[in-house]
């Protein structure tokens, strides 16, 4: 999917309202209304939307602790998740899940995952099942730097490329692995690198240019929906915040993060290389991002008008006790 | 208590071999470490040793003999003071017919031994007609047709794991699953578990059906994380939306001779965890059953087998599609006197504790939980209410585990009804012991078993 002028003004726009979403729900934990391990998203929009921007309704998405921006990319109602953070019984998952669980079957968001590299396999076996199924759906696992020394990785990559199953396996290097630069606990600098141990395509892109991310996640994609096997793409990006709520970041200085919001945020870079073409004049860029602004503010609306769950809800759905007629 | 010696497998994958050679005979005084036999397959030969001091009593299979099957009594023990005919037979399995008349005269004290009575009949499953023929199958057999059932009934049905297709199971359970559905729906894959048990999951989230074979359960430890934050949790964690139908099965519990790391049970790390259910059988039948409703399960269950049951043959009735559902346990011999309550091998050894028991005077009901969560207590109750004494029996260790459950339940549910404490006979506290000595100290046997419902019998 080449991108053009319509498409570009879609993904800036998908940017602004993850930018704005991770902002609000940074300012909701201040009020009180969202709690727990908040891991944002901003800096690093030009990766999920640049992956999401080719995939369809029915293509997997899995994620990580910080999938708030894979989730609104692939399409999530901004809506249920803003109500599923304030924990309400109107949240994507009823307000049992929260940020780190996020999921909505009905755009095959198969889970945000708190646990780092635990969607890897999952994501591996969703491929495994289109594969077996005859099907053909892609399956994309985001993961951080961090996750590509676990296990998981490794023998969930293993398995996607022995099998040549349709998954891209997209790493967000943001140079730190929660409080600990990612040279004081990794031996090998791009993760890409790492593809070469299972022969598959190891791919690293600046994840701060969207442009970039684009084509090199289109290539991955396309070639998974060919059933040409599994591609391991790197994003090198930054996040803003430190990883989660309460982050003193000791670890980096307050000039490198302002170093990088200056002068290498994907929203901004996006929005030149936009003009420059011109794709996007003024007015649009204003209305995109009240447009952005409007739907922030409906969801945390809708989240505060929810009501919490009912106490019957905390025994509910532990077991599936349907018996289904195709079982 | 007399002691069965068993044939002895040179393999994981023996099946059956020669006894060729007795180095004894009966009436023999042996010492722990002596060799008795020596047993060759077509692969190795390997020398039978003692594991206990004792006589031999009985030679039961004679030497020269060809295609004894793993796990059968080939000679008896006796310890000091005991006579051959002390030992009780043991049924191979639970019985599924009254054997009205069978019951030999027990040579216990003349004093307080009961008339022989017929071995109950187990009640039969709901939807098992009264006089369903049977058939003899091994563990191992009942375990394959059950995954072949459900494969040919719904393609979306698959079996993966270390081993399982071109070798047909570490343990042969999949003997002809690649022949009949191919590579597509048998697959092998590499060693790791966190890796295909993740798969699996994956596989399940995307509306298949998938059987993940652990070599043994020993090495899902690796996959727990997956099992318990993958599979248990997201259907609650997704408030409802997304469903993990996955069956996660394999050999569980203490094998023999290969020590703490590939001897122990799960059944109390898994059966801790909401959002999974947990079968664990001991006869062909119920392990037909059981896998074929856990195949159909919408829900993650793991699914315990034992090795050195799968050797083990019993009635398995022969009907069309013969489910057991999970969650009902199974009395499996009445008695007025001590409810005894176990799963796995632990029902094997309780039967043959009940038999000894029984040429005592002392009337043992054997409770075969089958299914460890959720926990059928229901029956063990109603047990209780008859017996007022419990003895609950795992190979597990004791602390924090299935029978601590049992016993708070009945604090909870049975109080009143208990003239006495709650026995809990379980493996030591210890990592299981290599030397055969020890790995049989620090397994509840039979022996054991007795001497609790003894205790509380008495203790009354």
Same mark, same amino acid.
């Given at each position: 999917?080449?991108?053009?002028?319509?498409?570009?003004?879609?993904?800036?726009?998908?940017?602004?309202?993850?930018?704005?979403?991770?902002?609000?729900?940074?300012?909701?934990?201040?009020?009180?209304?969202?709690?727990?391990?908040?891991?944002?998203?901003?800096?690093?929009?030009?990766?999920?939307?640049? +992956?999401?921007?080719?995939?369809?309704?029915?293509?997997? +998405?899995?994620?990580?602790?910080?999938?708030?921006?894979?989730?609104?990319?692939?399409?999530?109602?901004?809506?249920?998740?803003?109500?599923?953070?304030?924990?309400?019984?109107?949240?994507?998952?009823?307000?049992?899940?929260?940020?780190?669980?996020?999921?909505?079957?009905?755009?095959?968001?198969?889970?945000?995952?708190?646990?780092?590299?635990?969607?890897?396999?999952?994501?591996?076996?969703?491929?495994?099942?289109?594969?077996?199924?005859?099907?053909?759906?892609?399956?994309?696992?985001?993961?951080?730097?961090?996750?590509?020394?676990?296990?998981?990785?490794?023998?969930?990559?293993?398995?996607?490329?022995?099998?040549?199953?349709?998954?891209?396996?997209?790493?967000?290097?943001?140079?730190?692995?929660?409080?600990?630069?990612?040279?004081?606990?990794?031996?090998?600098?791009?993760?890409?690198?790492?593809?070469?141990?299972?022969?598959?395509?190891?791919?690293?892109?600046?994840?701060?240019?969207?442009?970039?991310?684009?084509?090199?996640?289109?290539?991955?994609?396309?070639?998974?929906?060919?059933?040409?096997?599994?591609?391991?793409?790197?994003?090198?990006?930054?996040?803003?915040?430190?990883?989660?709520?309460?982050?003193?970041?000791?670890?980096?200085?307050?000039?490198?993060?302002?170093?990088?919001?200056?002068?290498?945020?994907?929203?901004?870079?996006?929005?030149?290389?936009?003009?420059?073409?011109?794709?996007?004049?003024?007015?649009?860029?204003?209305?995109?991002?009240?447009?952005?602004?409007?739907?922030?503010?409906?969801?945390?609306?809708?989240?505060?008008?929810?009501?919490?769950?009912?106490?019957?809800?905390?025994?509910?759905?532990?077991?599936?006790?349907?018996?289904?007629?195709?079982? | 208590?007399?002691?069965?010696?068993?044939?002895?497998?040179?393999?994981?994958?023996?099946?059956?071999?020669?006894?060729?050679?007795?180095?004894?005979?009966?009436?023999?005084?042996?010492?722990?470490?002596?060799?008795?036999?020596?047993?060759?397959?077509?692969?190795?030969?390997?020398?039978?040793?003692?594991?206990?001091?004792?006589?031999?009593?009985?030679?039961?299979?004679?030497?020269?003999?060809?295609?004894?099957?793993?796990?059968?009594?080939?000679?008896?023990?006796?310890?000091?003071?005991?006579?051959?005919?002390?030992?009780?037979?043991?049924?191979?399995?639970?019985?599924?017919?009254?054997?009205?008349?069978?019951?030999?005269?027990?040579?216990?004290?003349?004093?307080?031994?009961?008339?022989?009575?017929?071995?109950?009949?187990?009640?039969?499953?709901?939807?098992?007609?009264?006089?369903?023929?049977?058939?003899?199958?091994?563990?191992?057999?009942?375990?394959?047709?059950?995954?072949?059932?459900?494969?040919?009934?719904?393609?979306?049905?698959?079996?993966?794991?270390?081993?399982?297709?071109?070798?047909?199971?570490?343990?042969?359970?999949?003997?002809?699953?690649?022949?009949?559905?191919?590579?597509?729906?048998?697959?092998?894959?590499?060693?790791?578990?966190?890796?295909?048990?993740?798969?699996?999951?994956?596989?399940?989230?995307?509306?298949?059906?998938?059987?993940?074979?652990?070599?043994?359960?020993?090495?899902?430890?690796?996959?727990?994380?997956?099992?318990?934050?993958?599979?248990?949790?997201?259907?609650?964690?997704?408030?409802?939306?997304?469903?993990?139908?996955?069956?996660?099965?394999?050999?569980?519990?203490?094998?023999?001779?290969?020590?703490?790391?590939?001897?122990?049970?799960?059944?109390?790390?898994?059966?801790?965890?909401?959002?999974?259910?947990?079968?664990?059988?001991?006869?062909?039948?119920?392990?037909?059953?059981?896998?074929?409703?856990?195949?159909?399960?919408?829900?993650?269950?793991?699914?315990?087998?034992?090795?050195?049951?799968?050797?083990?043959?019993?009635?398995?009735?022969?009907?069309?599609?013969?489910?057991?559902?999970?969650?009902?346990?199974?009395?499996?011999?009445?008695?007025?006197?001590?409810?005894?309550?176990?799963?796995?091998?632990?029902?094997?050894?309780?039967?043959?504790?009940?038999?000894?028991?029984?040429?005592?005077?002392?009337?043992?009901?054997?409770?075969?939980?089958?299914?460890?969560?959720?926990?059928?207590?229901?029956?063990?109750?109603?047990?209780?209410?008859?017996?007022?004494?419990?003895?609950?029996?795992?190979?597990?260790?004791?602390?924090?585990?299935?029978?601590?459950?049992?016993?708070?339940?009945?604090?909870?549910?049975?109080?009143?009804?208990?003239?006495?404490?709650?026995?809990?006979?379980?493996?030591?506290?210890?990592?299981?012991?290599?030397?055969?000595?020890?790995?049989?100290?620090?397994?509840?046997?039979?022996?054991?078993?007795?001497?609790?419902?003894?205790?509380?019998?008495?203790?009354?």
């Amino acid at each position: 999917m080449s991108l053009d002028a319509e498409l570009a003004r879609r993904m800036y726009l998908d940017m602004w309202r993850i930018r704005m979403f991770e902002e609000e729900a940074n300012r909701q934990t201040g009020l009180g209304n969202v709690a727990g391990a908040l891991h944002l998203y901003c800096g690093e929009e030009a990766v999920g939307v640049g +992956v999401c921007a080719h995939l369809r309704d029915d293509d997997y +998405v899995l994620g990580t602790h910080r999938s708030h921006g894979h989730c609104l990319a692939k399409g999530a109602p901004m809506n249920d998740m803003m109500a599923e953070l304030f924990g309400k019984e109107t949240g994507s998952c009823a307000g049992k899940g929260g940020s780190m669980h996020v999921a909505d079957l009905s755009k095959n968001i198969l889970g945000a995952n708190g646990i780092v590299a635990g969607g890897i396999g999952p994501a591996t076996g969703t491929g495994m099942a289109t594969k077996i199924r005859g099907t053909d759906q892609v399956s994309v696992c985001f993961f951080g730097d961090g996750a590509a020394a676990r296990g998981p990785f490794h023998e969930g990559i293993l398995m996607g490329s022995l099998w040549k199953l349709p998954v891209v396996y997209v790493c967000e290097n943001n140079g730190y692995q929660q409080w600990v630069r990612r040279e004081n606990v990794a031996v090998v600098d791009s993760v890409a690198t790492m593809a070469a141990s299972y022969d598959i395509p190891g791919v690293s892109v600046d994840g701060q240019d969207v442009v970039e991310v684009h084509e090199a996640a289109g290539e991955a994609i396309d070639r998974a929906r060919r059933g040409e096997g599994p591609t391991l793409l790197e994003a090198r990006t930054y996040r803003y915040f430190g990883h989660s709520m309460g982050d003193r970041e000791e670890y980096r200085t307050r000039e490198e993060v302002e170093d990088w919001r200056d002068n290498r945020d994907p929203i901004a870079l996006f929005r030149a290389y936009m003009a420059e073409r011109q794709w996007l004049t003024g007015r649009e860029d204003e209305e995109i991002r009240t447009a952005a602004k409007e739907a922030v503010t409906a969801a945390v609306e809708f989240a505060d008008a929810s009501a919490y769950p009912p106490l019957a809800a905390a025994h509910a759905d532990v077991l599936d006790t349907e018996w289904r007629a195709d079982a | 208590m007399p002691t069965e010696l068993l044939m002895p497998a040179l393999s994981p994958t023996m099946i059956e071999g020669t006894l060729a050679r007795w180095l004894v005979k009966e009436g023999d005084s042996v010492t722990s470490g002596d060799v008795l036999a020596e047993i060759e397959t077509d692969k190795a030969t390997m020398e039978l040793e003692a594991v206990d001091d004792g006589e031999i009593g009985e030679l039961l299979i004679p030497e020269g003999t060809d295609g004894v099957r793993v796990n059968q009594p080939i000679a008896i023990l006796l310890a000091e003071g005991e006579s051959a005919a002390a030992l009780t037979p043991v049924p191979a399995s639970a019985p599924t017919v009254a054997r009205a008349g069978e019951g030999s005269a027990p040579a216990g004290k003349p004093g307080t031994a009961r008339p022989a009575r017929p071995e109950a009949a187990r009640p039969p499953d709901a939807g098992v007609p009264v006089g369903t023929e049977t058939v003899s199958l091994t563990v191992r057999e009942a375990l394959r047709d059950a995954m072949a059932e459900e494969m040919r009934r719904d393609p979306k049905v698959f079996l993966m794991g270390e081993e399982v297709a071109e070798y047909e199971g570490a343990y042969k359970v999949s003997q002809g699953l690649l022949d009949e559905f191919g590579p597509r729906r048998v697959i092998d894959t590499p060693i790791t578990e966190q890796g295909f048990a993740g798969v699996g999951v994956g596989a399940a989230f995307n509306g298949l059906r998938p059987i993940v074979e652990f070599m043994t359960f020993n090495f899902s430890m690796q996959a727990i994380d997956q099992i318990v934050n993958s599979a248990a949790k997201t259907l609650y964690m997704s408030g409802g939306q997304m469903t993990c139908a996955i069956v996660f099965r394999g050999p569980n519990g203490p094998a023999s001779r290969v020590a703490a790391q590939h001897s122990q049970d799960y059944a109390a790390w898994y059966a801790h965890v909401p959002g999974l259910k947990v079968v664990a059988p001991c006869f062909a039948a119920d392990a037909k059953g059981l896998l074929k409703a856990a195949i159909r399960d919408p829900n993650p269950v793991v699914f315990l087998e034992n090795e050195l049951l799968y050797g083990r043959s019993g009635e398995v009735p022969i009907l069309d599609d013969f489910v057991v559902p999970i969650g009902r346990s199974s009395v499996v011999r009445e008695g007025a006197d001590v409810t005894i309550v176990s799963y796995s091998m632990g029902v094997e050894k309780s039967l043959r504790a009940a038999a000894a028991l029984e040429a005592e005077g002392i009337d043992a009901e054997v409770v075969d939980l089958r299914t460890l969560r959720p926990m059928d207590t229901g029956t063990i109750v109603d047990s209780v209410k008859k017996t007022n004494r419990l003895v609950t029996v795992e190979e597990a260790w004791g602390t924090c585990g299935i029978g601590a459950e049992i016993s708070a339940r009945l604090m909870e549910q049975a109080f009143d009804w208990l003239d006495a404490p709650v026995a809990r006979v379980s493996g030591e506290d210890v990592p299981m012991p290599y030397a055969a000595n020890l790995e049989r100290l620090a397994l509840p046997q039979a022996e054991g078993i007795a001497e609790a419902a003894r205790s509380v019998f008495r203790g009354s």
